[in-house]
């Protein structure tokens, strides 16, 4: 048990998808995972553990916005020893590189947030995601004719931001979508020396006003899904331990 998370040593897999709703989590174990066993309903941040093609793999909810992933990231690193974690969300479109329904790997992940002020002080540390994880998701993606598209998220603190320029700006020096997550999971991998990976697709774009349709985001969200859970196993037979 950690202090926000009930399951017993061992019961979390290595490898972990992090939704932002913990009710994706449950989703996701009940539509991918053979035999899901639910570890965690603290705080109904739910956690499933079960496994895909042979490899154990957990989902586990993180809750919106950094301070509560970094919770549950620093718990499962820290506490569980989980070797990768992959971040499935949702993110709105920035750029006009990208559109509605695709899926965007984030590169890397700039922030508004001061979470890293502390860390690093005035130096301004670049949260990244894993290259071998990264190039591996990229590769499954273009097997499975998934759009993906590589490139920055902007991890905001605020979903209703008060600066709407601040969109474009970051447009301009390629960012493609914004979310709330990313640049703390990479900042938390980074400082376990861990795999973390963001995938997110595009719900909503800032600049066009597109939307998409609940259907539409559900087979999206589908299609991203599969991409983690078979980069996982394609990490883990590279790693060669199963398979
Ligand atoms: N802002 C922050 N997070 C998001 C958004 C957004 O517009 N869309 C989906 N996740």
Known sequence: ???????APGQIAPHVLMPGDPYRARWIAETFLEDPVQYNDVRGMLGYTGTYAGVRVSAQGSGMGQ??????AHELFAE????TIVRVGTCGGLSDAVKVRDVVLGVAASTDSAMNVPRFGHVSFAPAADFTLAR???EVAEERLVDLVAGGLFSSDQF???DPDIARTLAGYGVLGVEME???????AAQHSRRALALCTVSDHLLTGEETSAQERQETFEDMIVVALESIVRLERAQ????
């Open 136 to 138: 591996i998701a990229a």
């Open 1 to 7: 048990m950690s202090t926000h998370i009930g399951a």
């Open 182 to 188: 990313a640049a703390a999971l990479y900042t938390l």
């Open 67 to 72: 301070p509560s992933l970094a919770i549950y």
């Open 240 to 243: 060669n331990r199963q398979g």
């Open 160 to 162: 209703y931001n008060p």
């Open 80 to 83: 569980y020893d989980v070797e």
